[in-house]
């Protein structure tokens, strides 16, 4: 172990004895992030498409992930920011890779388009989760900031159908003219139905922006037909 290391580890024991804390990830005592629980935060970057727009995100919605996620965003766990900022980071980087551009031109860096919370939301959190993580990601472009806007207060996406998730998204969304001729990475934290994702990108292009794909920490296991067909068979004894 390094000198800086033991120095890092007696800040963090001197912590626990001011400010006991438990991991967002699994509960052990006297760490915010265990090193176990950090392991599981390493980025495995996966590509797909969310809303028919390319997706790079780092992380599966589930088991430490899920739980240091929902810790960060509904209990004000932000000790876990950097953690999870450092997983965008790795999302973003593996999107501006893939980005192409016309034979001849400069491949400049992509411009970061946030998802805008709710007016409750932010009320409750008193944060932007993603524009947190963004934070901690260190990218060289910093997002422009209220590129997009709610048209309409929409409802907690959680517990909606896809279908369900598409309409209430459906026209709530609109872009900056400034995004006009950018070439934009939609930035969110988690990523399910893609519903979200597409409409950002609706509004976008709808201004003359042009949007190259999204960047998320998670992305919640799309499950095989056979596993959901059989949760909707168990789901009225459930």
Known sequence: MTSISVLRESVRDAAAVLLPVRCSGC?????????ACRRELAPRVSAATAGGVPLWSALEYSGVARRVLLAFKESGRVDAAPALGRALRAAIVEAQRA???PAGRRAHALLPV???????ARRKRGFHPSGMMLAHACILVPPLWRALRLTRQT???AGLSSAGRAANRDGSLAASGRLRGRRCLIVDDIVTSGA???EAARAIEAVGGVVVGAAAVARTPRRAPEELSARLRRAPSE
């Open 155 to 157: 409802d907690d996406q």
């Open 27 to 35: 509960g052990e005592a006297d760490r915010s992030l265990c090193s």
């Open 196 to 198: 979200t994702v597409a």
């Open 114 to 120: 946030l998802i805008p919370s709710t007016a409750a």
């Open 99 to 101: 980005s192409v551009v």
